[in-house]
């Protein structure tokens, strides 16, 4: 039995020893995949821009504001999926050169989180942002871009993608005058025009006579944007409120340059307009 038994032992060890080497061998390989993986990630730095990055807990903020205006600020809007439009917003622009985003990246969350506003309550606005705030938080009788869901998701956040991992540049995003085609710009752009086109009766704008350069201007997102997306159908007036600093220079009025041209660009498009200096 001995004798029989020996070879027999031998053969077991040798194999015993063949299967622990290729294991080692198998885990060496697998080490070395994932870590010269992790290398590439390393040596493939984020893209750097000039703007601010992304806002720190994006999700929590754009999850926390869409569920807070869906509850309190319009419950109306009650069955929206909020989980949904923060996926599909994701969706927009993770993993994405972010100065490459086209209208088609968002359409999909324009679909899911954008809602009609009553007629006559339409308030567009440019260079007032601090005062029409204040006006349409008091008086609820306008709502502007910023009081709808998608405006008051994304007021004031700033985000981006970058086409390695991690997926998103919290360091920093693409300026307007780096690319135009940035998350931030599309959106506010996409979001603006889908706001101008379902405007109907009475829209208020609220312009700033006190801008050196002239109360309208025509490379604002109003005055690129928003009056070419009225709907001369549905809108019978844009009703111009012309507001100066109190005791601060006054420089435009209703009858001023920038204003004639705005006026011009309405009627030419069958808008009807009005204006009145500081609207109280
Ligand atoms: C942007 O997208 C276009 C088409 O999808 C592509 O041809 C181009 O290379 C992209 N540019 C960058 C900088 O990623
Ligand atoms: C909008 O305002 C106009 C003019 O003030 C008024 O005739 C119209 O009935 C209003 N429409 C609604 C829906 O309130
Ligand atoms: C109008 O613009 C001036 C200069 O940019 C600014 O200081 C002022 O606060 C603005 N006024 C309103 C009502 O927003
Ligand atoms: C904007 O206005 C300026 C002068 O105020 C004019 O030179 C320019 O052509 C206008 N741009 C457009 C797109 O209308």
Same mark, same amino acid.
């Given at each position: 039995m001995p004798f029989q038994n020996r070879p027999s032992r031998t053969r077991c060890c040798i194999v015993l020893l063949v299967g622990i080497m290729s294991l080692l061998v198998i885990i060496l390989v697998v080490l070395a995949v994932v870590f010269a993986h992790e290398r590439k990630e390393i040596s493939m730095p984020l893209l750097q821009w000039k703007g601010r990055g992304?806002?720190?807990?994006?999700?929590?903020?754009? $999850?926390?504001?869409?569920?807070?205006?869906?509850?309190?600020?319009?419950?109306?809007?009650?069955?929206?999926?909020?989980?949904?439009?923060?996926?599909?917003?994701? @969706?927009?622009?993770?993993?994405?050169?972010p100065c490459n985003i086209t209208e088609e990246d968002y359409q999909p969350l #324009?679909? #899911?989180?954008?809602?009609?506003?009553?007629?006559? =309550?339409?308030?567009?606005?440019? =260079?007032?942002?601090?005062?029409?705030?204040?006006?349409?938080?008091?008086?609820?009788?306008? $709502?502007? $871009?910023?009081?709808?869901?998608?405006?008051?998701?994304?007021?004031?956040?700033?985000?981006?993608?970058?086409?390695?991992?991690?997926?998103?540049?919290y360091e920093s995003c693409?300026?307007? @005058?780096?690319?135009e085609n940035n998350?931030?710009?599309?959106y506010w752009k996409m979001a603006s025009k889908m706001f101008a086109e379902r405007a109907c009766g009475v829209v208020q704008v609220m312009l700033n006579g006190s801008v050196d350069a002239g109360a309208f201007r025509n490379n604002s997102i109003f005055g690129s944007v928003e009056?070419?997306? #009225?709907?001369?159908?549905?809108?019978?007036?844009?009703?111009?409120? $012309?507001?100066?600093?109190?005791?601060?220079?006054?420089?435009?009025?209703?009858?001023g340059r920038s204003i004639t041209s705005l006026k011009n660009i309405l009627e030419e498009r069958t808008l009807s307009v009005s204006c009145e200096d500081n609207y109280r």
């Open positions: 992304t806002t720190r807990n994006l999700e929590q903020v754009i $999850l926390g504001r869409c569920y807070n205006y869906v509850t309190t600020v319009n419950p109306q809007l009650r069955d929206k999926d909020c989980q949904k439009i923060w996926e599909t917003m994701q @969706n927009a622009f993770i993993y994405k050169n #324009l679909d #899911l989180a954008s809602h009609s506003v009553p007629c006559n =309550k339409s308030l567009f606005w440019s =260079k007032t942002n601090d005062l029409v705030h204040r006006y349409t938080k008091t008086s609820h009788n306008f $709502l502007t $871009l910023e009081d709808t869901l998608l405006g008051y998701m994304a007021d004031g956040v700033s985000w981006c993608g970058n086409p390695s991992s991690p997926g998103i540049n693409p300026k307007w @005058n780096e690319c998350p931030n710009s599309v009056i070419f997306h #009225l709907d001369p159908n549905k809108v019978s007036t844009v009703q111009i409120w $012309l507001m100066q600093n109190i005791g601060g220079p006054q420089s435009e009025s209703c009858t």
